[in-house]
């Protein structure tokens, strides 16, 4: 993952005072904690993010989160029209009257919680989502946009980069966990970029990261009853110090683990989404499901 906090990017930020100082008003904005609002104003980091974007006028692109525009004027410059998801009413009121790209803009002001983003997706063009989205509801946010993994065909986001950690690990490892599992059970997730905090005003206290999402056009491994996977995959990091032998014990056997391949004596972080995903499906067998 490329590192930007370099002394060069430091010096190309837009506050004057080269200063990482949070400051609550930023524009002319005063910036809303509830909203995660903090705002990039590092034009290295912004460049790098627009080339990891990649958008193209030949498909749909959605930003949640447009802000003050830092990602969405460079967007525009790029390519013609851009939807916009943003919660904030006075930010969007600004949209609407911004002096250059308010035409190129459609501005839905509204949660992207909410959002059935099945009815963004044009007939015949790829749907492209990103955003440098608020860390308050980063991780349901994403699994709300993974439920479209049909009609999205790539994503590209800012995150805590512990969140990044998480989410992109391989099994093994201490960061490898239910959020890793049931996150790449629906996309490949590419860590791309570290933020330091410096990059935004106002500064959020962690680093961040830019990601890549690319939902499986086809599932690598199926679970035939996915809040049975849910629930296996729950039961198994809430204790990951055991053995699936006794986190797991409750539902499987030691004769069934060795069936699928499984040493008893495993923990949670050693197995794998595809023996997860037996695990669900041997479970699901056995309740008839
Ligand atoms: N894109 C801008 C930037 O990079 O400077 C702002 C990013 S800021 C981290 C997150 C943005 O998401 C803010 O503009 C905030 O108002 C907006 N936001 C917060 N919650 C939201 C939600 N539920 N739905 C849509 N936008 C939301």
Redesign the pocket.
């Known amino acids: 993952m490329q590192n930007t906090n370099s002394r060069s990017n430091r010096k190309k930020s837009a506050d004057p005072a080269g200063s990482s100082r949070p400051r609550t008003s930023y524009q002319g904005h005063h910036a809303?904690k509830n909203?995660?609002?903090?705002?990039?104003r590092d034009e290295q980091v912004i460049s790098n993010i627009i080339s990891l974007i990649a958008p193209t006028d030949d498909e749909t692109v959605v930003?949640?989160?447009?802000?003050?525009?830092?990602?969405?004027e460079p967007v525009c410059e790029i390519i013609k029209h851009l939807n916009v998801?943003?919660?904030?009413r006075d930010?969007a009121e600004r949209l609407r009257h911004h002096p250059f790209i308010r035409d190129q803009l459609t501005i839905y002001e509204?949660?992207?919680?909410t959002v059935d983003f099945s009815e963004l997706r044009e007939p015949g063009r790829n749907l492209k989502v990103y955003?440098?989205?608020?860390?308050n509801?980063s991780t349901p946010?994403l699994f709300h946009l993974l439920k479209y993994g049909n009609v999205i065909s790539d994503m590209t986001f800012?995150l805590q980069k512990e969140v990044v950690d998480r989410l992109t690990a391989a099994p093994d490892s201490k960061d490898y966990g239910k959020l890793t599992v049931m996150a790449q059970y629906f996309a490949r997730i590419m860590p791309c970029l570290v933020v330091p905090p410096e990059a935004?005003t106002p500064a959020p206290k962690v680093y961040s990261a830019v990601v890549k999402v690319i939902p499986h056009a086809t599932l690598p491994y199926v679970a035939k009853d996915y809040d049975l996977l849910e629930q296996i995959v729950s039961s198994a990091f809430n204790q990951r110090r055991k053995t699936v032998h006794n986190s797991l014990g409750d539902y499987f056997t030691d004769e069934v683990f060795a069936s699928l391949g499984i040493d008893p004596k495993a923990r949670a972080e050693n197995i794998t989404i595809e023996q997860f995903v037996k695990l669900a499906n041997t479970l699901a067998e056995q309740r008839g499901s």
Request: hydrophobic letters at 50%.
């Open positions: 809303r909203f995660g609002q903090n705002f990039l930003e949640i989160g447009p802000g003050l525009g830092a990602l969405t998801i943003e919660l904030d930010l509204k949660d992207a919680l955003g440098n989205l608020p860390y509801i946010l800012m935004f």
